[in-house]
């Protein structure tokens, strides 16, 4: 971005003030760090991801049978059942799978002194049209998924973005899409879900059967509550393409934007009807590129473009523009017809509108594309969301996209093995990677306070539902609602940058970030840094729900406590359990 080299030094200087600058050798590091991941880690990432597609193949042929599923979940039974008659020893029990494979940014060296249980759960297991559900174990992640049921002409109503995501993880922690605000989070997209507990019975949850406590407990629940092994999801018919419509928003302040997007999200009505979902579009998502601007878009499924003149736009080429690059050139050519007023652009401008496929961008209409499916599920995936390009500078530049595009992005987890703990640090102090979930109620408020105290952009803005369950689980909604409706709108304001403001303190930052969430009823995604003390991660999270189901199933003592696991070591609390 403009502001990064200003973002960097002013970062910096406020960490010399609490205990120093980083070391040359730390700077130099992050700053050609790029000439270590364009060369190895990205043709690493690419085989990687090739040599997985190949096992893939192999389990669905020979490996994918239900009772070989049986056969590994019955392993894992055993070995806690093993692991309880030898008097528990070797600490908590976790899963063996390694910390440099998580997609948290968190540490996760809890697993240490823990006794650790192979899960090695990663295959679609069924497909059932009639009763539109797909039944995946764990490990699942979205690309492997999106990729298996198109094939069959289907997909899951909640696609959460990046393609390493695991069915796992977005169950136990969290899950969103463009599509939230009509569906929830990814686990109210769910309908059963199957459980290895501290005993080492295997539990089915419904929403319905006797385990529904269960159920609406073991989201956010991180893996305190047992081992999942199993999950079935609704499906939904697919069709090949989305019309994308780009809304540009300026010139408006805070309070135009929420309106735009809150607009989009109940398709122009004050309040979406929980009766009528089609009412609203299929898919809402803003891209904020400072406070007062920013595009909002909406998109709804096709079958096919509707002529040979529609544009298309095959954005997940990899020699294309980066999404959120190429909606941000949407946005400035808005501004830019809107200043020149009724004149004619100039020559440079028509010729790049044409190779932009944006020509027809004025500052009254709106713009719209057409784009396959797949590439619009995983369109932020190639730049990481904008993190790429602090990963690889130059990872946007033309020539770049053309002769090393079809490589990126560069695996996460890859990353994470390769990198260095002074730049790990670094990168706590200096960077913010959050996803916060507000009430729509208080999203100006919200935009207005993060605009304060962190200045990090662009924002991603996505809505969901926080829907009313019996009994409640961790997230609730308000205790009034309207009639009919058995949700509040929330909506997710996503920052993974550099923030641009002066002198910022990373954890003085945060914590009053995470005291504002209290106060307004908003919840932190927990795969990043979290400094809240216990009692206050049990103020923002409502841990009712939870407590009975560690009481009940014996889970204290067996699997560590949601909260030891999430929150920073500093911040925990001598009584954990």
Known sequence: MANESHNKSSSSSSSSGRGGAPSALTMLLIE????????????????YDKLWQIRQIFYELFQAAPKLHDRRVKAIQDQ???????????????TARSEWLSISIRPEDYKTNCNKIKIDLYDVLAIDTKNRTVRVEPGVSMGQLTKALAKHGWTIPVVPELDDL???????????????HKYGLFCDTCTAYEVVVASGELIRATPTNEHKDLFHGLP???????????????????????HLVYRPVFGQGVDGVTK???????????????????????FVEGLMYDKETAVIMTGNFVD????????VNRIGLWYKPWFYKHVQTILHKAIAAKRRGNAAPSMLERVCSVFCNTSQIDATSVYDEYIPIRDYYHRHTRSIFWQGELIVPMGNNPIFRVLCGWMMPPKISFLKLTQPKSIREYHDEMMVVQDLLVPVSVLGDALTYFDKTFRCYP?????????KTEPQGALKPAASLPKGQNYEMYVDVGMYFIPGVKNYEAEKSLREMESW???????????????????QFRQMFDCTLYDKLRAKHNAEGVFMDAYDKVCLKKHASPNSR
């Open 32 to 47: 050609w760090r790029w000439l270590f991941v364009v060369p190895i880690v990205l043709p690493l990432s690419f085989l």
């Open 80 to 94: 806690v059942v093993n692991w309880n008659k030898a008097g528990r020893p070797g600490g908590r029990l976790a």
């Open 166 to 180: 695991t069915v796992g993880g977005l169950v136990n922690g969290y899950g969103i899409e463009g599509s939230s």
């Open 220 to 242: 956010w629940s991180y893996g305190a509550l047992g081992f999942l092994v199993a999950v079935e999801i609704n499906i939904i018919p697919i069709q090949h393409w989305v």
């Open 260 to 282: 735009a997007f809150e607009q989009a999200m109940t398709g122009g009505a004050d309040v979406p009807d929980a009766r009528s979902p089609s009412s609203v579009p299929e």
């Open 304 to 311: 096919a473009p509707p002529g040979p003149f529609a544009r």
């Open 459 to 467: 924002i991603w803005l996505c809505g969901h539902r926080t829907y």
């Open 517 to 535: 969430l209290i106060d307004n009823r908003g919840y932190q995604a927990l795969y990043a840094q979290t400094h809240m003390t216990r009692a």
